[in-house]
């Protein structure tokens, strides 16, 4: 990692070097920095020590936002340009007149160094004119998409995926593998062409407040082209995806595509290449639409399952009580990931070649749908190399297969009734059909005619847990073997969903748990 590059991913982190005593460098927080950063801090220390003394302590808001434009470089793509006033117009929004004045005139001069032409008239266009650039009152606005510029040097893979998979992990509690499926879908998105699979990427969760929201917000801010949208019609889909390439990320979809066939229709196409387009007239001529693209699909629930099989599924989960993340600031979160965009495109520049030829080999449990999901993702895990290979097989074989149950009310109220069940019964074990008899007494409780008048079933009551990673086993009881839960399983989902409290029902659980004529 050159010294350039260590100096953006700090600033990407949010990390503050401070000098003691001449030489010793501390950084704050140091949990967010990876092996490959704290390696590149030791290889760059006598640099470090003379730039840190020169360079203030804290900049303004303002300077931060004025610092976009150093980084453009002389005479900057329109594209690039138009992005950076923007963002810059954005962070002024809602400033008094002085404040606007003051940065106006210095943006102004820091273009013109660069060699920008008429850089007054388009400074003013962005902070004085944002409503020309909407159409006519209720036409909406005109998508626009700006690609990073390459980073200027060649990028170590495994160094990127790392930073890529702790920015997640730093704002976001994950499941095992989550991180690292996360950092190579993104890198995914950049590589899209040289590929003839297109993987969706699923985020999954049993309630609200699971991180989805986090996650996607940080898929937006990293990924190629990104475009959220919480609603979307399949004409826009199509035409989107024919005019721009871009990288999808449906929020919601459990409030509009699930009961939406022929929008589904539509995703599903985009899965394999030589599929991926949909045939529809204008005027009177047939024309091909692209569906092909990298797409992000976040909901409450289970995907319908011709989606799911096209997916890798992250069962997102609620953060534990003391499990902590940092908060985002998301009018600043694009700028700061801006060099992990760029350290994207140009490693994938240097190896789209050996990409396309790729042929990794794929863990044996998975099965043919699983392994063509991740077989980009695997390509691109070897080609950077280190420890990349060994971290992408596991959490593809962690992955693999995970689904999460739809109802949002359900699961929960499970969990609860079955921590009360768990806390005084008198064994750590407890057979499938004991627990069904105990949460049949529940009165004020849906699991004593939760289908159609019927009582909960064995399968109905594995599919609930299903969504926690919880499973029946089977268990010990006397001389006699049988289907059940055991208490260790649920340790860490009650930590996860469920307040700390006293059991609510307090019943005689050895009467409860007792099977009919004595049997267990």
């Known amino acids: 990692m050159t010294l350039r590059e260590l100096l953006e991913t700090l600033k990407s982190f949010g990390v503050k070097l401070a000098l003691h005593d001449g030489d010793t460098i501390t950084a704050e927080p140091p949990e967010v920095l990876t092996p490959a950063v704290r390696a590149a801090l030791a290889e760059h220390h006598a640099a470090l020590v003379a730039l840190i003394p020169s360079r203030p302590s804290s900049t303004s808001s303002f300077d931060t936002l004025l610092s976009g434009l150093d980084g453009l470089g002389a005479r900057p793509p329109a594209e690039l340009l138009q992005e950076r006033l923007r ?25 013109t160094t ?32 700006a690609d990073p510029e390459p980073w200027p040097e060649p990028v170590d893979g495994a160094a990127l995926l790392d930073d890529l998979a702790q920015t997640y992990r730093r704002f976001v509690s994950l499941p095992d593998g989550g991180a690292e499926a996360l950092a190579l879908w993104i890198i995914f998105t950049y590589a899209l062409d040289v590929f003839d699979v297109a993987p969706i990427l699923a985020l999954c969760s049993p309630v609200k ?21 919480a609603n979307i019609t399949v004409a826009a889909v199509y035409r989107t995806v024919e005019q721009f390439a871009p990288t999808l990320i449906v929020d919601e979809a459990d409030t509009f595509l699930l009961a ?53 599924v992250l069962p997102m989960r609620r953060r534990a009580p003391g499990e902590t993340v940092d908060r985002i600031r998301r009018t600043e979160l694009r700028r700061q990931l801006d060099p992990l965009r760029r350290r994207a495109v140009r490693w994938v520049a240097d190896h789209q070649d050996a990409l396309r030829i790729a042929d990794p080999a794929m863990p044996a449990e998975l099965d043919d749908r699983q392994t063509d999901n991740w077989r980009p993702l695997l390509a691109i895990a070897d080609a950077a190399g280190s420890a990349w290979a ?84 089977q268990i010990r009881q ?36 007792s099977p009919p004529n004595g049997r267990r």
């Not at 008429?118 to 004119?129: G, S």
């Not at 917000?217 to 990293?222: E, G, P, Q, Y």
């Not at 005084?424 to 529940?442: D, G, H, M, N, S």
Request: proline residues 6%.
């Open 390 to 473: 060994a971290l992408a097989r596991r959490a593809a074989r962690t992955l693999a297969g995970s689904v999460v149950e739809a109802d949002q009310a359900a699961p929960v109220q499970l969990l609860a009734d079955l921590r009360d069940l768990f806390a005084t019964a008198p064994a750590a074990k407890l057979a499938t059909a004991a627990i069904l008899r105990y949460l049949a007494t529940l009165a004020d409780r849906p699991w004593a005619d939760y289908a159609q008048g019927e009582p909960l079933t064995p399968r109905q009551l594995a599919r609930l847990l299903d969504g926690f990673n919880i499973k029946a086993r």
């Open 260 to 312: 939406n066939l022929a929008l589904r229709g539509i995703i599903n196409s985009g899965h394999t290449r030589a599929t991926a387009f949909v045939i529809r007239t204008a005027g009177h001529e047939p024309r091909l639409f692209s569906t092909w693209g990298a797409r992000m699909i976040a909901l409450i629930g289970r995907l319908p399952a011709t989606l799911e099989d096209r997916a890798i």
């Open 209 to 229: 407040r699971c991180g989805k929201t986090t996650t996607e917000d940080l898929t937006a801010a990293l990924a190629q082209r990104p475009l959220t949208a």
């Open 114 to 145: 660069l060699g920008v032409r008429t850089p007054a008239r388009l400074v003013n266009a962005a902070l004085n004119a944002r409503p020309s650039l909407r159409g006519g009152a209720g036409s909406g606005r005109g998508l626009v998409f």
């Open 478 to 513: 006397g001389s006699a073997t049988r289907k059940g839960y055991v208490r260790a399983d649920f340790i860490d989902v009650f930590r996860r969903y469920l307040p700390s409290e006293t059991p609510k029902h307090p019943h005689d659980i050895a009467d409860l748990t």
């Open 87 to 111: 963002t810059l117009a954005d962070g002024l929004a809602g400033e008094d007149p002085l404040v606007r004045e003051l940065v106006r005139a210095e943006a102004i001069a820091r273009l």
